[in-house]
């Protein structure tokens, strides 16, 4: 593909704008994980990848710590839980034999960068079938600068990350009737997360209504829709009950009866539901308002004028806009990923000469749009609005070397500061063997995930192959961290008192003892005595911090 791009200079353009882009997002994502930044979600990725290449597939115990099992009846976490039962995602097969070869946490950032740059690349090609290189390198820059596209790929690994790479891909193969490629393409967008379906659904919807390809897209839609309908009633309830008892309840329980419900029950109280409906779609409006502005900002407002985005991301846009949470209108987070490929696909059919007058008409009878001087200022302003808007919203902490975490009052940690932090906890994760037990704070977890044995603290039980239920050999937690956050975001004030109440409690029962601890930073292990200096070093940090956790 490169050689075929690298023809002309406008082309050269755009191998110099994916490559811009992904070295920006590795770079500042590697620098995200290596200065322990990445969170909880890239740790039970990793731990899923890990188990994967020992054979046991989708296993995690990070992910049976969220489990409703473990939230709701208090269970322990198991090794052996399948997290197939809280998000099915066999796609993520597809890439074990590159982890197998590259067994670190890091390997799946460059593969999210790399998910994400190639998507880019192929919406290109997308778009020259029916467009001049110009737009098409326009419309790739906008894909790449999307807040809902940049945001997301600065985070920590995602299973969605994958979702713009196979539908810009099966849009591809639609468009140059490669049905066979279609057919196998299809089956990766639903083998991504048990929700994709949502997406493809969309997409046999466009190929109704458009009338270019009726009979599959209507083969598309059922498809979809009874891959749902089986996969989250049948499938993943065989693993765990999290569907129905979490994960249904967590996002759409305002449409629940009861304590659990089904994605049929959801639906069909949604449908006798219309009063509710409308209110859930439109509320909170102002914020319902900014998250589609966000969304179509970078293609100059383009979709909202075009029908095939309409067509295509109503669907995934009616699952967040009907949802409940803080995260479903957040646009830098992974769920806004979704929406973006019916948007890109549908701007390209608008310049292709398509419109709610010619939805029906062979694109080869419409009329191309030229691109005016003026307008495509106005659509590279927007580019970098929308590219000002990603920086400025600090995704994921993956910018806070740069810009302030809070304005008031004031946190900011320099990239010296967080640097000169690493190899203090460098040290002591050094001092954990690689098979043992672990119960560790949040941001540690990635670098320690690669182990069949470790929960997120304040747990310290597990239930290991052999069914016993144990302790953690070792705890390990980043205090310093949480002490340099909890002056303006409660949850770090929270962790740092719950840090200290575990540690304080199992070193006067005697049940670990303190091996090492530096610059906030401290290793225990169960069985123990205590370091003198290690213990007298946590008492003068634990004396330095007691004013904090008395405020609390």
């Keep these: 593909m490169l050689s075929k791009l690298n023809t002309d200079p406008e082309r050269k353009i755009l191998i110099v704008g994916a490559i811009a882009f992904f070295v920006c997002t590795l770079s500042l994502t590697l620098h995200r994980h290596f200065s322990f930044y990445s969170s909880y979600d890239q740790g039970i990725f990793n731990q899923v990848f890990w188990n994967g290449t020992h054979g046991n597939f989708f296993q995690s115990t990070l992910s049976s710590q969220l489990s409703t099992n473990v939230v709701h009846s208090n269970e322990v976490a198991y090794v052996g839980y399948h997290r197939l039962g809280q998000h099915f995602t066999p796609a993520l097969l597809l890439w074990l034999p590159i982890y197998y070869v590259f067994p670190y946490p890091a390997t799946l950032t460059v593969l999210q960068a790399i998910f994400v740059t190639a998507a880019g690349l192929v919406l290109y090609q997308l778009g020259k079938i029916y467009l001049e290189s110009a737009i098409a390198i326009l419309i790739t820059f906008s894909f790449y600068g999307a807040n809902a596209v940049f945001g997301p790929t600065l985070a920590n690994f995602h299973d969605i990350s994958q979702i713009p790479l196979f539908v810009f891909s099966l849009l591809w193969a639609m468009e140059k009737r490669r049905w066979w490629l279609f057919v ?41 829709f009874l891959y749902m309908v089986a996969l989250t009633n049948l499938i993943m309830p065989m693993f765990s009950d999290d569907i129905s008892k979490r994960f249904m309840l967590e996002r759409f329980g305002q449409y629940a009866d009861g304590d659990e419900a089904s994605t049929l029950e959801i639906l069909k109280n949604m449908l006798t539901s219309p009063g509710l409906l409308l209110v859930e779609l439109f509320t909170p409006f102002f914020a319902t308002l900014k998250y589609l502005l966000g969304q179509w900002l970078p293609l100059a407002f383009i979709p909202v004028v075009a029908p095939a985005s309409w067509a295509i991301a109503t669907f995934p846009l009616l699952k967040l806009l009907l949802g409940k949470g803080e995260t479903v209108l957040v646009i830098s987070i992974r769920y806004a990923m979704s929406v973006t490929p019916g948007l890109f696909y549908g701007a390209i059919l608008w310049w292709a000469g398509q419109g709610f007058g010619n939805i029906n008409k062979s694109l080869a009878e419409c009329q191309p749009r030229k691109l005016r001087p003026k307008f495509r200022r106005f659509w590279i302003f927007c580019i970098c609005l929308s590219i000002f808007f990603t920086i400025t919203s600090n995704p994921s902490r993956t910018l806070s070397f740069i810009i302030p975490d809070s304005i008031s009052p004031r946190v900011y940690i320099s990239p010296l500061k967080q640097w000169q932090h690493v190899p203090h906890i460098r040290a002591l994760l050094a001092q954990i063997p690689p098979d043992a037990s672990v119960s560790a704070s949040t941001y540690i977890i990635p670098h320690l995930s690669g182990r069949r044995e470790i929960i997120r603290i304040p747990g310290l039980e597990f239930k290991n192959d052999n069914q016993q239920v144990v302790r953690a050999e070792y705890i390990i937690a980043d205090l310093w961290q949480m002490e340099q956050y909890q002056v303006a975001f409660g949850e770090d004030r929270n962790w740092l008192q719950t840090a200290n109440n575990l540690i304080t409690s199992v070193t006067d029962k005697k049940e670990y003892g303190i091996v090492d601890f530096s610059d906030g930073v401290i290793l225990l292990r169960q069985g123990v005595d205590s370091n003198s200096k290690a213990l007298l070093d946590w008492k003068t940090y634990q004396g330095k911090i007691q004013p904090i956790l008395e405020s609390s």
């Design 184 to 224: 196998i393409l299809a089956i990766c967008v639903l083998a991504v997360r048990e929700d994709s379906g949502i997406t493809l659904f969309g997409i046999g919807m466009y190929m109704i209504l458009s009338r270019r390809f009726p009979r599959i897209g209507l083969g598309v839609c059922s498809v979809s």
